[in-house]
């Protein structure tokens, strides 16, 4: 015997739980590409700054002085 007698809402229940679920395995997938999309924009970023401040140390050593 159960600890609480659901009767015929039993699978309602069930059903629920795995709606609930569902949805929480969505919501980490969809930050999960948030995430991805955010760490390579900052990759791109990162690298953009190092080409420019490489072409800025460049241009100082070649300017005669």
Known sequence: ?????????GPYVAAAYLVFLA???IYVAIMATKLARVQRELAEL???AERREAK????RETVPR
């Open 1 to 9: 015997m159960p600890a609480l007698p659901l009767g015929d809402s």
């Open 56 to 59: 800025r140390a460049e241009e």
């Open 46 to 48: 990162v690298a953009l």
């Open 23 to 25: 949805l929480i395995l």
